[in-house]
């Protein structure tokens, strides 16, 4: 089966034995959604609170049922008030986010997570019940408060009746041209572990590594934020792959003011990116001072549609609300093709094949 991204992307896919369902938590825009649908699943349900990012949602993609309404009201309710349609649930996905957890019961369980969004997407998960989970998550869960919040995340799934395994993964890795590391959490239902008689494996790495040069060219016009004119002449001054470490030391100390003394190395400060490297995590905001990327040819940041690129969203999907709202939309998304790639390794493992490599999901790309 070969599924089209974009002009320049195509994937290669393995046809799947069945029709695999999957409801998805905090959707956002859709990066995840979207990846496991090229991977092979039939979207039941995206639940997601922003209206902008739901908008973005129903707009791509009028045949979802796209629930606008806030994951703690939804678990309160019970989900099934908000789903139309009836069976088995193969995969719950989504993001929560990651909140401080208070340790003061002395299970650790499920109840000691109330007050967290953690604790509605466990609700919900026990509510359901599907075959697998699958959460995706920043890379510092697992350090948090020294491995505790992981932890305790992992004991809940564990009492809900899930078999759990998590790994971090880079996008670099899988056909996305960028630095993005995440912790990916995936679950299976104990019967149907013992059915299936083996342990899920994470997808293996893609052996080309995209760099921008590869996805930005010929991108379509789009909004894009600006720097006012005494950024501009800072980046100027910075070579392509350079930072506030290339310029002249009293612009440098201008530049970071009480910054310029302190430890680290601060090379998010005045970062101008190069063709020849991948880009780094997109974030929500285009134009932070601690965190910039300049576009490495022209005085500005990223545009709205160059990170969809660097996010491996495909050019006709479409994003609405403010700039400010796009950007978020986009920061905060998964990337697709890394999305693509772990959905394809859960359909493999529920089909029951050993030790799958991922092959069919290589993305290629066409200049």
Not at 331 to 346: F, T
Request: hydrophobic residues 35%.
């Amino acid at each position: 089966m070969t599924v089209i991204m974009q002009n320049q992307q195509e994937y290669d896919l393995k046809k799947t034995s069945k029709n695999f369902s999957v409801v998805e938590l905090f959707a956002g825009a859709g990066g995840l959604a979207l990846g496991l649908e090229c991977a092979g699943f039939s979207t039941k349900a995206v639940l997601e609170n922003n209206k902008w990012a739901c908008e973005t949602l129903r707009k791509n993609r009028p045949e979802w049922n796209v629930v606008e309404e806030d994951v703690i009201k939804i678990a309160d309710d019970g989900i099934g008030k908000y789903l139309n349609f009836e069976g088995e649930i193969d995969l719950l996905s989504g993001g929560y986010p990651c909140q401080s957890f208070s340790y003061a019961g002395k299970k650790l369980g499920l109840e000691d997570t109330r007050g967290t969004l953690f604790y509605s997407y466990a609700e919900i998960l026990k509510e359901l019940k599907p075959k697998m989970f699958l959460a995706e998550n920043v890379k510092g869960l697992v350090s948090h408060d020294k491995g505790r919040t992981l932890q305790t995340m992992l004991d809940v799934f564990t009492e809900v009746g899930y078999t759990v395994s998590y790994k971090v993964l880079n996008s670099l890795d899988y056909s996305v041209a960028q630095k993005r590391e995440r912790i990916v959490i995936i679950g299976v239902r104990n019967d149907v572990k013992e059915k299936i008689g083996f342990d899920f494996n994470f997808p293996t790495p893609h052996q080309n590594k995209l760099l921008l040069k590869d996805i930005l060219k010929d991108v379509p016009n789009s909004l894009c934020a600006s720097y006012p004119e005494k950024k501009k002449a800072i980046f100027a001054l910075v070579p392509q792959g350079g930072c506030w470490r290339n310029l002249p030391e009293t612009v440098a100390k201008e530049y970071l003011a009480g910054s310029y003394h302190l430890g680290g190395g601060k090379t998010g400060i005045a970062r101008k990116m190069s063709w020849d490297e991948a880009g780094l995590t997109v974030l929500c905001s285009p134009a932070q001072k601690q965190t910039d990327r300049c576009h490495p040819d022209e005085l500005r940041p990223f545009s709205v549609r160059e990170n969809a690129r660097i996010q491996s969203f495909p050019d006709d999907w479409d994003f609405f609300g403010s700039m400010a709202e796009q950007y978020k939309q986009i920061g905060n998304a998964v990337p697709v093709n890394l999305a693509c790639a772990i959905g394809c390794s859960i359909i493999e493992y529920l089909n029951g094949v050993k030790g799958a490599k991922n092959e069919t999901v290589q993305l290629k790309f066409h200049f």
